[in-house]
RNA sequence: CGGGGCAUGGCGCAGCCUGGUAGCGCGCUUCAAUGGGGUUGAAGAGGUCGUGGGUUCGAAUCCCGCUGCCCCGACCA
């Protein structure tokens, strides 16, 4: 038996927990019409209430569920598949840079968080703490890791020695736990699964080059896997990690306007080195701490993927990524024609999977066609092929595309060649999704010049402003406006400009928008 | 922690004011028909009314306590 606590630790220094998320988790994006049967099961479309149509998405569509306890998630089935094809991409991409998976422990002896002052102060509002084992009082409580860097730091002070053990280049693929008050599917939950990549370098120089690596590994795949196009930038100090002294970030625009933090990569400096001694002898027999690195994507990035794409029929999923590329919705009436129908239905089958698209086929009998087209369009499947008599007379197939919404998104086309077209018709929709995104996001961003037009663009987007301010101007303009800097891009634009906020002549450029 | 609200089959709700032993829709099971954009009909299964106490011949209903949950605010890598 194990009990957890949450105060003793930290009194004063952490927001009570008896609060309530927010989360909607009544099913009140149904609307009821006892008359059309039809209208029941509708979403609420997103344009209408983009809250609401989050919510009901994300259960309908079979992602998650709520967890029994306030805050948690589970995540079912279809949700998990798309996170294993946004693992095996991300995998794939640290492997490519030398980075090995590893396991590390989920209990962390508290006074491992306490070596680093800011680390500590930074996370111990929201720590979970176990302080009972055994049936019996721990001896000294123990962390349910909110991140890994300290233990982390542990391990690396005892395998390094020498300059010939570095780099040390480490990913996990874990859950932390974190007391957030406000909760919501995927975007923020009490527990949540993620990567988080922890690295060890020889000098600065090298620690600055991995943490820019890793965000342009998160950009990449960002942009050519989930076709969200993020804007690669640093956080401020203000909205930097607990422990950092520089953070990168992927900042996305999601459906509404508002920005998600979608990534971040952390250049740790040496202050987990000296928190943990990690030390090495270098080629001149000199003692010297590492720098290391820390970065992480989590499934909020599922979340991201919802609302950057989804539209007022449902998920959109990108090809790439995508659990169910293609669904098959055979058609027929008589028990003959659903004999040769089904045949055909498992030929088309295998002929797409022998091609290496991920195809399901719905042979559900209690549901109608047009229940199950309704059905996949909700989950986002980007790809429909339905196939009747018909299409056995002609030696063809109706394909439709989800981000093509209803019938105008459906084609007639032969089942000569179906898997080359398929495929190209997923390069299409990738390509598309892409490209919507991008149009979208560049329509929402204005440059802004004045505090006015700063406080206007950030109700429908981001604002794009020259900005010199301190600390206190930032906490400021977020006070006011409700919107933080997102980051400052890593592309800036030539030359300098005058602060809108303190008419200072300031030499970069933020983004500013409200986030989740 | 401040303000507001809710708790009744798997889900969403009605019933409560004016006490008399629980009902509707969806979903689920079975059968038949239907099937190219959310399909009908018939027959079924399923509820200690959050919890503890009180009033009463009798409590889902009235009273008191407790717990949980939702919304707004505060808080938030």
Redesign the pocket.
């Known amino acids: 038996m194990i009990f957890i606590s949450f105060d003793a630790l930290f009194d004063g220094c952490y ?2 927990l ?11 994006g ?1 609307r ?1 019409s ?1 008359q059309a ?7 609420i479309p997103r344009s209408e209430d983009f ?1 609401e149509w989050y919510n009901s998405v994300v259960l309908k569509a079979d992602m998650a569920d ?1 967890g029994p ?3 948690t998630m589970i995540v079912k089935p279809y949700g998990w598949a798309l996170w294993e094809n946004m693992q095996k991409a991300l995998d794939g991409r640290f492997k490519a840079t030398g980075v090995q998976n590893a396991g590390f422990p989920m209990f962390i002896p508290m006074s491992f968080l306490e070596k680093e002052a800011k680390h500590v102060e ?2 111990a ?2 720590l979970a703490v176990v302080t009972h084992g055994g049936g019996q009082e721990l001896a000294e409580p123990l962390v349910v890791r ?2 890994s ?1 300290t233990i982390i730091g542990h391990a690396y002070a005892n395998w390094v020695q020498s300059y010939r053990d570095l780099p040390v280049l480490i990913n996990l693929w874990n859950s ?1 736990v ?1 007391w ?4 919501k599917l995927f975007l ?1 939950t009490l527990e949540f699964y993620w990567q988080e990549g922890h690295t060890a370098h020889a000098t600065a120089a090298e620690a600055a080059e991995r943490t820019r690596m890793m965000l342009d590994v998160y950009t990449d795949f960002a942009v050519n896997e989930a076709a969200i196009p993020v804007i690669p930038g640093e956080k401020s100090a203000a ?5 950092a002294d520089q ?1 990168l970030t992927i900042e996305a625009m999601m459906g509404d306007g508002k920005a998600l ?1 979608s990534g ?1 990569s952390h250049n740790l400096g040496q202050n987990f080195a000296k928190a943990f001694d990690i030390q090495y002898l270098d080629p001149n027999n000199q003692l010297q701490h590492c720098w290391t690195t820390s970065f ?1 994507l989590s499934t909020r990035f599922v979340g991201a993927i919802i609302m950057t794409h989804g539209d007022d ?2 998920l959109v999923l990108p090809p790439r990524l995508a659990p169910y590329q293609v669904v098959m919705v055979p ?5 003959e024609e ?1 004999t040769a129908v089904l045949t055909a239905t498992q030929r088309i089958a295998q002929e797409l999977t022998a091609a290496g698209v991920r195809v399901k086929v719905d042979d ?12 996949w ?2 989950r986002g499947v980007p790809a ?1 092929i ?7 007379e002609k030696n ?3 394909l ?1 595309r989800r981000d093509v ?3 105008e ?2 084609q ?1 086309v032969s089942q000569d060649g179906l898997a080359q077209t398929v495929q190209a018709l997923l390069t299409e929709i990738q390509a598309n999704l892409l490209a919507k995104a991008t149009a979208f996001r560049d329509a929402h961003t204005y440059d802004v010049t004045s505090y006015d037009e700063l406080k206007e663009a950030v109700q429908t987007g981001f604002a794009r402003a020259w900005w010199a301010g301190d600390g206190a101007a930032e906490q400021k303009v977020k006070e006011e406006t409700k919107a933080t800097i997102r980051c400052f891009p890593i592309n800036q634009p030539d030359g300098s400009g005058t602060c809108f906020y303190t008419g200072k002549p300031a030499d970069k450029v933020a983004i500013f928008g409200r986030a989740y």
């Open positions: 927001t009570p008896h609060l309530r998320p927010s989360g909607h988790r009544c099913l009140s149904w009821w006892t049967m039809a209208d029941k099961d509708k979403l809250n709520y306890v306030r805050g930074g996370f509002p929201e909110p991140t860097e932390v974190r957030e008050l406000r909760t923020r909205e930097r990690f607990a422990g953070t933090q971040t992480g029929n449902g058609i027929y009436k008589k028990d659903k559900r009998d209690n549901v109608t066609p047009g229940y199950k087209f309704n059905d369009e909700l429909r339905e196939i009747g008599p018909r299409d056995l063809s197939v109706a439709a919404p209803g019938r998104g459906k007639f």
